[in-house]
Nanobody
Framework: VQLQASGGGLVQAGDSLTLSCRVS????????MGWLRQAPGKQREAVAS????????KYADSVKGRFIVSRDKFKNTVDLQMNSLKPEDTALYYC????????????WGQGTQVTVSS
């Protein structure tokens, strides 16, 4: 599976921003697609995930109620809609993939920077 993320940028607190990840590869129905982020000096955090087949979503408590992850099977994209952004959401965001049942993400796209100013 190959992944290519886009959509980062500089926004103000309270704004919305949508990240998109273009997905290519075979047997995508086996995979869970995730969005993870890493801020300078902090550990990488899994933000949201969605099963390609069935669309089951999971969210970190830090973004629950503000972020929405979705996938489009026709466009082969996984989007992360981020609402009510906070300065603490500033990070390098990655899309990643793992086969359902694996503990770690093994396929990674390049990061896209999100900066939220106060």
């Amino acid at each position: 599976v190959q992944l290519q993320a886009s959509g980062g940028g500089l926004v103000q607190a309270g704004d919305s921003l949508t990240l998109s990840c273009r997905v290519s590869g075979r047997k995508l129905s086996w995979y869970i697609m995730g969005w993870l982020r890493q801020a300078p000096g902090k550990q990488r955090e899994a933000v949201a995930s969605i099963r390609w087949s069935g669309g089951i979503q999971k969210y970190a408590d830090s973004v629950k109620g503000r972020f929405i992850v979705s996938r489009d099977k026709f466009k082969n994209t996984v989007d992360l809609q981020m609402n009510s952004l906070k300065p603490e959401d500033t990070a390098l965001y990655y899309c990643a993939a793992k086969v359902h049942g694996q503990s770690d993400y093994v396929n990674w796209g390049q990061g896209t920077q999100v900066t939220v100013s106060s």
